[in-house]
């Protein structure tokens, strides 16, 4: 079955900073998707970036970008120029073909002005 | 655009009743899913759907049931709620393999 880890249930930074969050998972699969969520606390569930693993390219939107590390299982999350806007819960997933997607248990970005 | 839309917010039961949470998505997407939230485990999947009158078991099906007679609609039914259900229930569809989940706004389940 697949997992995912994030290992860092909470982090800060300061505002106008970078900050990378790390997420880890566990496939035999060759093909899948990867996705950062972010969950403010109206607790809607955003789609920040999506990361084919077929593509070596880095996902980029906007201030967020991904470092994608298909032999090592890893993805991390980089929030580049942070905004106060940006403290949420972040959530890592994982889908392979027509499944359900595997959340991480998340972290905890927090913002400081 | 509507998106997903989820019915009600806020719901309080008592033990032993049962009810439906709704969920509707005007986007024409082949896939939906139930996920609930709990503190500290992320999201688990409950039940998910790929098109109309088929649906299979997540990872925390049990007192839950659904159904999906059309492709816009995916209700939720708790059959008999206890307070272990108590949770934020999200729906979730997509339009095929790959692409992200749009998420409802979510359900707030006490069981009392």
């Known amino acids: 079955a697949q997992t995912v880890t994030q290992s860092q249930p909470e982090m800060s930074v300061q505002e106008a900073e970078t900050v990378t969050l790390s997420c880890t998972y566990d496939?035999?699969?060759?093909?899948?998707?990867l996705f950062w969520y972010k969950q403010p606390p109206s607790r809607q569930m955003i789609l920040v970036i999506r990361?084919?693993?077929?593509?070596?390219q880095n996902a980029t939107e906007n201030r967020f970008s991904v470092n994608f590390q298909k032999a090592a299982k890893s993805f991390s999350l980089k929030i580049s120029d942070s905004q106060l806007g940006d403290a949420a819960m972040y959530f890592c997933?994982?889908?392979?073909?027509?499944?359900?997607?595997?959340f991480g248990q998340g972290t905890r970005l927090t913002i400081n002005p | 655009n509507a998106g997903v839309t989820q019915t009600p917010k806020f719901q309080v039961l008592k033990t032993g009743q049962s009810m439906t949470l709704q969920c509707a998505q005007d986007?024409?997407?082949?896939?939906m899913s139930w996920y609930r939230q709990d503190p500290g485990m992320g999201l688990r999947l409950i039940h998910y759907?790929?098109?109309?009158?088929?649906?299979d078991q997540g990872e925390v099906p049990n007192g839950y049931n659904v159904s999906r007679s059309t492709t816009e609609d995916f209700p939720l039914r708790l059959l008999s709620a206890a307070p272990s259900q108590t949770s934020v229930y999200f729906c979730a569809s997509r339009r095929g393999q790959g692409g992200g989940y749009t998420f409802g706004s979510g359900t707030r389940l006490t069981v009392v």
């Open positions: 997933a994982f889908s392979q073909g027509a499944q359900k997607l595997v």
């Open positions: 990361q084919e693993a077929y593509k070596q």
């Open positions: 759907s790929v098109g109309a009158g088929i649906t």
């Open positions: 496939t035999s699969e060759s093909d899948y998707y």
């Open positions: 986007m024409n997407h082949e896939y």
